[in-house]
């Protein structure tokens, strides 16, 4: 299983921003897509946001659409997920993750992906 580690979370009033990164130090991100879900208490967890490995290709849930901002920087073996005028509702724990496969598109669907980040916590409250 591959290692990554999620940063950036933390407590943040609604309106404002965070940015988490997804970070792998025992392999190199770049030949796999990469995914953001989240899981609020009591509720399942659900995809945000993925990036794929070629052309950098996004997919956004309707819900994150046009408020967050997913990219990848190879170089520093990192994708990020800029998050502005956050609301109460995104509150959860975000995970990143990485497909399960080398190369393929962007698909969120926890099912598609193999290793995952142990979470970091966003809380958006006044």
């Known amino acids: 299983q591959l290692q990554l580690v999620e940063s950036g979370g933390g407590l943040v009033r609604p309106g404002g921003s965070l940015r988490l990164s997804c970070a792998a130090s025992e392999f190199h991100l770049d030949g796999y897509t990469i995914g953001w879900f989240r899981q609020a208490p009591g509720k399942e967890r659900e995809g945000v946001s993925c990036i794929d490995s070629s052309v950098g290709s996004t997919t956004y849930a309707d819900s994150v659409k046009g408020r967050f901002t997913i990219s990848r920087d190879n170089a520093k073996n990192t994708v990020y997920l800029q998050m502005n005028s956050l609301k109460p509702e995104d509150t959860a724990v975000y995970y990143c993750?990485?497909?399960?496969?080398?190369?393929?598109?962007?698909?969120?669907?926890?099912?598609?992906?193999?290793?995952w980040g142990q979470g970091t916590q966003v809380t958006v409250s006044s």
């Open positions: 993750a990485a497909d399960r496969l080398l190369f393929r598109t962007c698909v969120l669907a926890t099912t598609r992906f193999g290793s």
